[in-house]
Structures are given as C-alpha cells and as structure tokens.
C-alpha cells in the first residue's frame, strides 16, 4: 500500500473514531446551570401527555408548595451549620445535629442558618412527605443556604415515625463528614417504655451510634418496653439484631409493620438512608442492639456475639392490610433499569451509573399528575447495590424478582435493589412538585444515578449548576 493511501486510512479510522466520540463528550456536558425540570427527556408511562413539562404559562412554581406560612409553631428549632477546623461538619456545635422530636400534627418549624459552610447547605428531611418547597434540595426546591444566610423549613409532621434530615447540596461530601441528625414523630399519647434513636454513622472508618464508637449503654429497666429506632446515615446496607431476647421489627422506614412477629437468630438489613424500628421487652437478664461491626447499645454487660447468619426478609415478615389504593389500576408504569454504561459523564470518560441505558443528564423524568396510581420496575443489573430513595413519597414492594409480596404491606422510602434483582414497587402521586429519585449511596447520585418525577404543570426556578452555586449531590 502506498503511504498516502495508508494516511488517508489512518486519518478516515481517526475520524471515525473520534467524531462520535468527539459527539458523545460533548452531548455529556452537563452546563453550567441548568434546569432539573427540562434535563434529559419526559417519560409518561404510558399514561396521558398533557401539561406543561417545562412549566411556562399556566404552570405553578414548586417554591408556592409550602406548608403552612401562618400559625405558631409547636416544635420551634434553629440549626447552625459551621464547617470545623477538623473538616467536620456540625449543626449547633455537634454531629449528629440535635435530635429533633415533634409529636402527630405538630407544626415544626426549622430555621437553619449557614455560619461559615463555602459551599452553601440544604436540609432535606429524609423520608418526611413534605410539601415540595421544604424538601431541601438544592436546584430543584431551593438555593443552597450560602454562610451569613438562613432559611426556614415549615411543615406538619403528619406521619409518626422515624426520620432523619440531612443537607442536600454537595451531599456526598456533607452527609459523609457529618452534616445531619435524627428527626422521630411520635403518636400523641406517647408510648409507655423506652424510646431510644440509635443513629448509626462512620465516621473516617469508625462506626458510631451518635457519634460514639463501641458500646452505649441501654438504659431500660427489666420488663420495659423498648423502641430502637435505628437509622442508617451511611452509603452501604447495614445489619442489626438484638441479642438476649427476642425482638420484633415495628416500623420500616416511618410505617408500621402489621402484625408483626417474634424474631430470634436474624438480623434484619437497614437500607442506606432507611430506617428499621426494632422493638422488645427487656429481659431481667438483659439485651443488646448490635448494628453491624463496631458499634451497639448495651443492657446488663452482655457480650457480644457473632452476626446471625440468616436475615429476615421483608417480603414475607408479618400480615398483610389494605393498601389504600390498587396498584392493579395503575395509570402510569415506568421503568428504572439501573446499569453500567462506558461513556462521558460531564466530559469524563469512564464507566457510569445509567438509567434505562441513558447516561446523567439524559435521564428519563417520570411524568405524573396529582392522583396518578404509579407503578415501577427497578432492576439493576450494574454490578452494586443501590439505595434507592424517591423523595415525598412513600412506595409499596408489590414483588421481588417476580415473587409476590406477601406479608406486612412493605412501605418504604428507601430500598436495596441488589445486583441482578427487580423490585415491582407502586405508590399514588398525591404530593405535586418535583421530587428527586436517586442512589442514597451518595457518591453515585454524584455519579450520575438520579432521575426525577415531576407533576405536569410545576416548574422550578431554581437552577443547578456552578453559575447557581447549587450542586445537590
Ligand atoms: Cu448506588
């Protein structure tokens, strides 16, 4: 072959090459400021197409949906955020931030304000189905609180449960170095016993329970009820158990298990973000709450043992209850398919998250309106785990891996989609506005697993990106 020939074969291959990818780098810049509400490309499910996806006239700004703007609150609090000299992050001078308890129906109010964080916080509250404006979420439900500024949170606490807040802007970095708390709603007559939050957190490899490594004391007195409300605020699933008695699981996530049971020789798994309520009658003898490796609550010096092997499954844990609402009527039906795509995200190459094969920021947003009987398939065939989390919204497991639940209804707001597995979920849309649906393992929401339902006809006039100072993973 002659030499020109053979240049112009190279230069042709070279184009061939590089011009797709040449394409697909550019196609993968996220801009400098964007808009959530017109990212990637709208997905109906399957149900009707009307409203408007990128608001315009006629359609309702998310900072409208607010809870109550009137009346005094009942559960008054104001949370300073410093970042330490330690690289710690700390509300009022500590991490975790102050517990924070309101009772059923309570209006909470919660101003936070930024002393000295550069990069601007949020505080989202994980799964309380707030109104959308205080969900916390920078870019898409508001700005991030820049230092010297302050911003206030209103809303009823309409669900008894367990919960946590955290900051939502540059989470990954925040929620790991400490930017977050416990946030419990308790029934109105308050429940006889002990009622103990065992918020679990690592920090730089320790696992603590409030902030303190190793054992905790327990303080229940023989024949007392006790409550531990566990919360995982790490990146990665956890295993827990009580020792020295038997326990039950009451609540998943904020919800109550129906007809819960008696369980010995299981742990049972808490999501990253979730929350699992473990419930006894403490022994003369005494009891403890292990949660994994490193860390646990103890009552009358018992030793550790080892982790059980088996895990309760949530499928088939306790008895089944009205769901409110038919998922067989469902009007829209989505996919989330979670995998690993080579591509540019942001102009990097490299392996990324992807939803159902697009790479961040050309994701799908689920369309719904208000009323809307939703179901979702979730798979993941990534090669990882993946918490996932739909903000203001609590969801029901219908099946796994084609096998039908059967137990408790299993409400969730977060959930381990293992490799290789599918979870049928349903839920109704009955909080307008647009919510995110990502990986609460933070650094891969960072990494591009996010997606978001929107309501037709709310926009946002927040905008993420670095022009915005708004970056919320
Ligand atoms: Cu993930």
Not at 259 to 284: E, N, Q, Y
Not at 444 to 451: K, T
């Amino acid at each position: 072959m002659k030499k020109p020939v053979k240049i112009a074969i190279a230069v042709g291959v070279t184009v061939a090459i590089l011009g797709p990818l040449a394409y697909f780098w550019q196609r993968s810049l996220v801009p400098a400021t964007y808009d959530m509400a017109e990212m990637g490309y709208p997905d109906y499910g399957g149900g009707p197409q009307a409203g408007h996806v990128h608001g315009g006239a006629g359609s309702i700004s998310v900072a409208t949906l607010t809870g109550p703007s009137t009346g005094d609150p009942e559960v008054a609090v104001t949370l300073t955020a410093r970042k330490e000299k330690d690289g710690r992050y700390t509300l009022n001078g500590q991490t975790p931030g102050p517990e924070i308890r309101a009772k059923k129906g309570q209006l909470v109010q919660v101003t936070l304000v930024n002393d000295n964080v550069s990069d601007g916080v949020t505080l989202h509250w994980h799964g309380v189905d707030v109104p959308n404006a205080e969900d916390g979420v920078a870019g898409v439900t508001q700005d991030a609180v820049q230092p010297g500024q302050s911003y206030v949170y209103r809303f009823v606490a309409q669900d008894a449960g367990t919960y946590w807040y955290h900051s939502h802007q540059v989470s990954h970095v925040q929620v790991r170095d400490g930017l977050f708390g416990a946030f419990v709603v308790t029934e109105p007559v308050f429940a006889e016993g002990i009622d103990q939050v065992v918020e679990v957190h690592t920090y730089d490899g320790r696992r603590t329970i409030g902030g303190v490594a190793g054992e905790s004391p327990l303080s229940a007195r023989p024949g007392q009820l006790v409550r531990a409300r566990v919360i995982n605020t790490d990146a990665g699933p956890l295993r827990a158990w009580v020792t020295g008695v038997p326990y039950r699981v009451a609540a998943i996530d904020g919800r109550d298990v129906h007809g819960s049971t008696d369980i010995s020789d299981k742990s049972v798994t808490v999501t990253a973000g979730g929350r699992v309520d473990l419930a006894f009658t403490m022994p003369a003898s005494g009891a403890r709450v292990d949660v994994g490796a490193g860390a646990a609550l103890v009552a009358g010096g018992l030793k550790a043992t080892n982790e059980p092997k088996a895990v309760l499954d949530f499928l088939t844990y306790g008895t089944k209850a009205p769901l409110g609402f038919d998922p067989a009527k469902a009007n829209r039906n989505f996919d989330y398919r979670i995998g690993r795509t080579a591509g540019f995200l942001d102009g990097k190459p490299g392996l990324w998250w992807s939803i159902n094969g697009h790479l961040f920021p050309d994701v799908p947003m689920f369309m719904v309106a208000v009323g809307d009987t939703v179901r979702m398939t979730i798979s993941n065939d990534s090669g990882e785990v993946h918490p996932m989390h739909l903000h203001g919204h609590h969801a029901v497991v219908l099946s796994r891996n084609g096998v039908a639940a059967t137990g408790s209804p299993w409400w969730f707001d977060s959930l381990d989609v293992g490799d290789g597995e599918t979870y049928e979920i349903a839920f109704v849309a009955d909080n307008p506005g647009i919510w995110v649906d990502h990986c609460h393992n933070l650094k891969h929401a960072a990494d591009g697993l996010l997606a978001h339902l929107a309501y037709t006809g709310v926009a946002t006039p927040y905008k993420i990106g670095d022009v915005a100072g708004n970056q919320p993973e």
